[in-house]
């Protein structure tokens, strides 16, 4: 019996991916279906209710069975070396767990979550949040955190919005993660840059930038770096916070990846100075699903009304259906066996990418070595551009990032490639770095030389 049970699912599916179900679509009867497979209409009923709960059909009650969409491959995927896109592995993603966490919610909150809700999140998640941040060394309380609309609004509102120390001008590391340069760009906002490589950033230079340059805050991706992969040492860390602390210079720490770190005694900025001078940002769309648009800050407390004055203006509050749904997902424990699984999913992923790298680069190209995270950054050769590579490997269907968007426009350089693991199929990984080997040898073979290694670029 359970052999003509699948067999409809089949028939239905396959019917699909030819074109002739598709959206809106009327199935055949229950009845025309068991006559037609020789079996019961119960074992036809079975069949199409596993095909509601896959949301491949929906049933109208005293009408019958129609399609929900129109078929979508999923070995489309297999066609193309995605190394470009930078939202999680869609194979990772807990659909199922998360949808009983959605029906919960809305069981639980009813109407609650279909209108205005409070602005600076759902209590019951700030709790949540509160007690989750404390497995990342992050100890505060529920009214000092905003629930915002993904990390990149908090960012969005500090960049615009006045800050205690009375400042405009913004310091980030160069390069840095897109989204702040563009919000810096539309705001035309006065805005510095501190080169990082994968030693650091020159702490000297650090202060003299805080001493001279009036600065508001210092936005700083400390862990899994976009693009580079960079992490900072504890020690740095506290040093970056004292030198802020002495020049009245506020910390914004972006956190976006914090949660695959395998180092358990690597603490955030925040921990050294919870009461005020750093602001925490966690998102979940990197560890989790960008499309719930939520991530959370930690705020000093004399920063939360103002910040949220603002926040209110930009969307009065963040959906509140994505809210009640984290919550349940955060408390009955699923995010945190989530995390278990894709912290071992990208960092495996990670090592695949670094010893293709080591295997097959070119010996005038150097590559960062972050231990886990999504990005790891390609220095080409000097006479090898990020531009060439992105279009030569295009052609091939294989995808990768140009760096130089992630510059502001003074310190732009024009040689880095960010490839991103966490869309890719790990078996894809050695075939698309032999590609992009094959394109920096044939550029390199026609123009100059190889350039000799430089110590500069080394541990880079
Ligand atoms: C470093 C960093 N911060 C923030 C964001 C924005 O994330 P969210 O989806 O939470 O707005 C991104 C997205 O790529 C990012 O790379």
Sequence with gaps: MSSKYMQIIEEVKGQLAIGKLYAGCKLPSVRHLSEQFSCSKNTVIRAYAELEQQHVIYAIPKSGYYVVNEYQPNEHAQKFIDFYSAGPDINALPYVDFQHCMNQAIEHYKEELFTYSDQQGLYSLRVQLASYLQSLQVFTQPERLVVVSGSQQALNLFVTMPFPNGRSNILIEQPSYFGIIESIALHQVTAFGIDLTMEGIDLERLEYIFRNHDIKFFYVIPRFHNPLGHCYTNSEKKKIVELAEKYDVYIVE???????????????????????????????????????????????????????????????????????????????????????????????????????????????????????????????????????????????????????????????????????????????????????????????????????????????
């Excluded at 955030?268 to 919870?274: G, I, K, Q, W, Y």
């Excluded at 969307?315 to 945190?336: C, R, V």
């Excluded at 972050?370 to 060439?388: D, E, H, R, W």
């Design 254 to 460: 972006d956190d976006f990846l914090g949660d695959l770190d395998p180092n358990m005694k690597a603490d955030p900025m925040f921990s050294f100075a919870p009461s005020g001078r750093v602001i925490y940002i966690k998102s979940f769309s990197k560890v989790f699903l960008p499309g719930l648009r939520i991530a959370t800050v930690v705020l000093p407390e004399r920063m939360v009304n103002s910040f949220l004055r603002y926040k209110f203006s930009s969307d009065f509050n963040s959906p509140a259906l994505s809210q009640g749904a984290l919550e349940i997902y955060l408390k009955n424990g699923m995010f945190h066996s989530h995390l278990k699984k894709i912290k071992e999913l990208y960092r495996n992923k990670m090592q695949i990418l670094q010893e293709a790298c080591d295997l097959l680069l070119p010996a005038n190209t150097y590559f960062s070595k972050p231990t886990s995270g999504f990005y790891l950054s390609i220095f080409l050769p000097k006479n090898v551009t990020a531009k060439q590579i992105v279009h030569m490997l295009h052609e091939q269907q294989i995808y990768v990032d140009d760096a130089s968007r992630m510059f502001l426009p003074e310190y732009k350089k024009d040689n880095i490639l960010r490839l991103c693991i966490s869309q890719v199929h790990e078996s894809q990984i050695k075939h698309g770095i032999e590609r992009l080997a094959h394109c920096i040898d044939s550029i390199n073979s026609r123009k100059h030389p190889q350039a000799p290694k430089t110590f500069l670029h080394q541990n880079v």
